[in-house]
């Protein structure tokens, strides 16, 4: 089985917009999280999803996924204060339906511009190396700072590949992790492949897209309304 | 839900689009898997045609020649969500009314409707991700035929339309002009009817071999002209479709009936004064029906017909990104081989 856990229980402090949290924002008629959900909801792979929302959000939600006829949401839960903590939340919640092996998406619904192709390719990567992260190469020189103001170091570029989402793993690998982090009181990770890691687990490379970046600031909701302007 | 597609914007300049699809009542979402390349593809892509024209048409999405799965079904037909199908490129807006149109021979087939449109011409074609497509412009075709020889339906209905054009050919000797790979689809369409001899010519000997004809001629072989052809089909197109039809004119028998499949940009001669002489009647024939492509579906699950076409396939071509997309077109084009590459489309 896999399921698509897609993250909107940010409350999107960067966007600044007082009442919509940038998830629920809406684009030529849908709100982000439903462009999102639309891309698992409509792929043959994908079994089932689960959302982890802002409580104060779960209602609208519901209407929105009738509204929009999405089929495949199945499990609605509260996320968390961190991000950590929304996927630990679903993987609660997931504890009774799926088994060692099963594969689970995290996704974060702040990303619309997902393809089928990087859907097809996590689930191939979990299924055979049990973790896997979307990762564009790095293009632009990062460099390293630790007071803001000058520079530390520089590191080397072919080093270097920016995390997107999905992060997909077999239920067990993520699980385990979670339950690891717990004992040692991790509970800000940016993500769930340093979770495994910290748990000895080697997570492969899935090739993303530049295109799959996440809706953050104001200026990130401008080109994804240019790009689909553009396009029309 | 949003979808990557992508267009041609320019000669030999591929963007990429992010598209916003609805899918509408009586429509289907279907994932694109399998493409092959058309030769109308390569004009549009090499910018062989009048500027004025591609401005007209820039940007497009190219491809007609496409399989595949259902991925939801918004209308009532009985098209289950995982099935395979084959993609019909006409769009019409009423086929069997012809709305709002003053006079259309309905007769000829919605492929001639003046209010058609016709996906990668007039249109969009499917090199996307996904598509949103009528109920009624899908095929029906089975997992084992969509891995290979489905997506040559398309020009196996264009064979069926041009033997549609003129009727049946019951007995008759029959020739196909053209070594390429739509004489030998037809070549092969005409061998399942009951004619009384399919002789194909060409210019490639390498290439006529492999026709499943009674006869092949090279075209400038003189026993050609002892054979008394009723009917003859060019399938030759652009600039070798001059030559190819003085010789047709030249070689099948007084009253004989010509069909022309092949496009030529450029206006062509034809000798009128030898048409008379022989009271010969030439027709045209271009695209296919709804129909046709049932008929073909039909056609391939005989498996003599079957193996003929899978020998068309040269290769498979991965389609992750853009630069793949750019380097099939360029294998296509550099192409010489009856054939073409299969694009397994992974977007």
Not at chain 1, 5 to 13: D, T
Not at chain 1, 215 to 222: P, Q
Not at chain 2, 33 to 41: G, P
Not at chain 2, 197 to 220: M, Q, S, T, W
Request: with cysteine; hydrophobic share 40%; net charge neutral.
């Amino acid at each position: 089985m896999n399921i698509a856990v897609i993250l909107a229980g940010g409350k999107g402090l960067r966007m600044k917009s007082a009442e919509t949290p940038k998830q629920f924002i809406d684009v030529y008629g849908k709100p982000i999280v439903i462009h999102t959900i639309e891309k698992f909801d409509n792929h043959p792979m994908i079994d089932s999803i689960l959302v982890a929302c802002i409580p104060e959000w779960i209602e609208d939600l519901r209407g929105m996924l009738k509204k929009f006829d999405i089929k495949k949401v199945k499990w609605i839960v509260e996320g968390g204060e961190t991000r950590q903590e929304s996927v630990f939340n679903a993987v609660t919640k997931l504890q009774s339906v799926l088994g060692n092996d099963d594969i689970v998406l995290v996704h974060d619904a702040v990303r619309p511009l997902i393809t089928s192709k990087i859907i097809d390719d996590n689930i191939e990567g979990a299924i055979n190396h049990g973790a896997v992260d979307t990762v564009i190469p790095a293009t632009d020189t990062i460099i390293r700072t630790v007071d803001s103001c000058t520079i530390s170091s520089v590191p080397a570029r072919n080093e270097l590949y920016l995390g997107q989402t999905p992060q997909s793993f077999k239920y067990s690998i993520l699980k385990n992790a979670h339950m690891y982090s717990e004992e040692l009181k991790i509970r800000d990770a940016s993500d769930d492949c340093q979770l495994v890691l910290q748990n000895k687990q080697d997570v492969y490379l899935i090739a993303g897209d530049k295109l799959n970046f996440k809706i953050t600031t104001v200026e990130d909701l401008l080109l994804l309304k240019a790009i689909l302007k553009l396009s029309s | 839900m949003i979808i990557k597609s992508f267009k041609i914007a320019a000669p030999k300049r591929f963007e990429v689009y992010m598209e916003n699809l609805e899918v509408k009542p009586n429509e289907l979402l279907v994932k694109i898997e399998k493409a092959t390349i058309c030769k109308a593809d390569i004009r549009y892509y090499l910018g062989d045609r009048n500027r004025k024209i591609l401005d007209l048409k820039y940007p497009m999405s190219l491809l007609h020649e496409t399989v595949g799965t259902v991925l939801k079904n918004n209308s009532n037909k009985q098209i289950q969500v995982g099935e395979k199908v084959v993609l019909i490129p006409i769009l019409v807006p009423n086929p069997s009314q012809g709305e709002g149109v003053p006079y259309w021979n309905a007769s000829l087939g919605e492929n001639y409707h003046p209010h058609a449109k016709f996906a990668s011409s007039n249109c969009d074609g499917f090199s996307k991700e996904m598509v949103c497509i009528p109920d009624n412009n899908v095929q029906k075709t089975s997992k084992q035929l969509a891995e290979k020889e489905a997506v040559f339906m398309e020009l196996i209905s264009v064979a069926l339309a041009s033997i549609r054009r003129i009727g049946p050919l019951f007995g008759q000797k029959v020739a196909v002009w053209g070594d390429g790979v739509l004489g030998y689809i037809l070549c092969c369409v005409l061998k399942k009817m009951n004619v009384q001899k399919v002789i194909c010519v060409g210019k490639h000997r390498e290439k006529l071999d492999k026709f499943p004809a009674d006869a092949n001629y090279y075209i400038k072989d003189p026993k050609l002209k002892e054979e008394d052809i009723d009917t003859a089909f060019e399938c030759v197109g652009g600039h070798g479709s001059q030559s190819a039809i003085d010789q047709i004119i030249d070689t099948v028998s007084v009253g004989a009936a010509i069909v022309l499949t092949g496009v030529s940009e450029q206006p062509i001669n034809v000798n009128t004064r030898r048409i008379l002489e022989k009271g010969l009647s030439i027709f045209g024939s271009t695209r296919s029906t709804y129909e046709d492509f049932k008929v073909a579906a039909e056609l391939l699950e005989d498996d003599i017909f079957k193996d003929q076409i899978a020998k068309l396939v040269l290769g498979h071509v991965d389609i992750h990104n853009i630069n793949d997309f750019y380097d099939a077109f360029e294998l296509e084009i550099a192409n010489k081989e009856l054939g073409k590459y299969i694009l397994n489309f992974r977007l």
